[in-house]
């Protein structure tokens, strides 16, 4: 099975850069998803790994180590409108279904 | 395209009630989800189909039913709503795809069920 684990809380200031780790334990490996949910509203998909290294898409990046069962999502030049939580979510074996991890809550102080 | 959408957006229902939520998709996407969010605790899979008339438990499946009629529509019931069924409902759909894939899962925008 999977599990999958991030920080519950984080506060960072506007104009920041921030890292939210998540490490994920799987019996097999499909890639692994960041959303973004801003409160009362739907997850949004922001970035997917499925090779080691860095994704860059923005002021947002992604990263991902297999052997280490680590990814960590970087928020750069922090705004307001980044205040919201982050989902990280893995597929299961056979891609059909998604284990999301409890979500860590991102505050932007100004 | 209205992607994603469902009804209700709202409810309050006593416990013993049975009410449907309706999520429907026009992006014909072959799987469909459904989940239900509580604090602390993220998303957590309660069914899940891989196609029309196909439906399948998922972590949480206990005290609620599918069907998949129609490849468009997922439908949730509760058939005697409990008070620990409070909580946030999304439905999501996605392509039919097995293995790595960039094909992500797109969401409804919810529905807020309180069981007194």
């Known amino acids: 099975g999977q599990n999958i684990d991030q920080p519950t809380e984080m506060t960072a200031t506007e104009g920041a850069i921030v890292q939210i780790n998540c490490t994920y334990q799987?019996?097999?490996?499909?890639?692994l998803f960041w959303y973004q949910q801003h409160a009362g509203e739907a997850p949004t998909f922001l970035s997917y790994?499925?090779?080691?290294g860095l994704e860059e898409k923005g002021r947002f990046s992604s990263f991902l180590s297999r052997s280490k069962g680590y990814s960590y999502l970087l928020l750069k030049e922090l705004q307001m409108k980044d205040s919201a939580s982050y989902l990280c979510?893995?597929?299961?074996?056979?891609?059909?279904?998604?284990?999301f991890g409890p979500g860590t809550r991102l505050s932007v102080l100004p | 395209n209205a992607g994603v959408t469902q009804t209700p957006k709202f409810r309050v229902l006593k416990t013993g009630q049975s009410m449907t939520l309706l999520c429907a998709q026009d992006?014909?996407?072959?799987?469909m989800y459904w989940y239900r969010q509580d604090p602390g605790m993220g998303l957590r899979l309660i069914h899940y189909?891989?196609?029309?008339?196909?439906?399948a438990k998922g972590e949480v499946p206990d005290g609620y039913n599918v069907s998949r009629l129609k490849k468009q529509n997922f439908l949730l019931g509760l058939e005697s709503a409990a008070p620990s069924q409070t909580s946030v409902y999304f439905c999501?759909?996605?392509?039919?795809?097995?293995?790595?894939?960039?094909?992500?899962?797109?969401f409804g925008p919810g529905t807020r069920l309180t069981v007194l």
């Open positions: 979510a893995v597929p299961d074996n056979y891609g059909q279904n998604f284990v």
């Open positions: 790994n499925v090779l080691d």
């Open positions: 189909s891989v196609g029309e008339g196909t439906t």
């Open positions: 799987t019996s097999g490996f499909n890639g």
């Open positions: 992006m014909n996407h072959e799987y």
């Open positions: 999501a759909s996605r392509v039919p795809v097995q293995g790595p894939s960039t094909d992500t899962q797109y």
